[in-house]
């Protein structure tokens, strides 16, 4: 828990993980599309804004993979809702996404989500919960061929992936 930069610095002076590129945006309000938040009003500019500007300017100017299975999106609270408009904008896009709290609202039948790997997360007293209907959405996603996972901050899985193909987290 902690600053990201602090959290990765530390990770990284620890040899945990390799080097990586982190972009943010400071706050809900700080959004990658235009008028009315990141996907409502015309924030699906918000996916043509990742995808045309932040992803090439950070592949020319900066030593990094250019294969998705290489990069990553995460969001929790409203950013989790960003990230999962992601995932439906084009899941493809990221190798890894991360939604933590406010439900799941990603399409479970999206073939394309058979190319990435969702995990989704919540806490016992989280009024982001996912509801049982929400869950059970998750193994849909794993049951048509994709890849995902839902896990309470407890570390137990509240459904257990049938998914053998879903890697440790």
Not at 63 to 74: E, G, I, K, L, Q
């Amino acid at each position: 828990i902690g600053p990201v930069r602090k959290i990765r610095a530390t990770r990284v002076g620890a040899g945990k993980p390799e080097p990586a590129v982190i972009v943010s945006v400071t706050s809900n309000n700080n959004f990658l599309g235009s008028g009315g938040g990141m996907w409502g009003g015309g924030g699906a500019n918000a996916y043509t804004n990742v995808s045309e500007y932040v992803i090439p300017y950070i592949e020319e100017h900066y030593n990094v993979s250019t294969d998705p299975m290489n990069r990553a999106w995460a969001g929790l609270s409203m950013g989790s809702s960003n990230t999962q408009g992601m995932i439906n904008a084009n899941a493809p896009l990221f190798g890894w996404y991360g939604c933590f709290s406010l439900g799941n609202s990603v399409t479970a039948t999206n073939p394309d989500l058979a190319k990435t790997h969702i995990l989704f997360g919540d806490g016992t007293a989280d009024f982001g919960a996912l509801s049982e209907a929400q869950i059970t959405a998750v193994q849909t996603i794993c049951d048509n061929g994709g890849f995902a996972r839902f896990e309470r901050v407890t570390g137990r899985p509240v459904v257990n992936s049938s998914c053998p193909r879903v890697p440790p987290w």
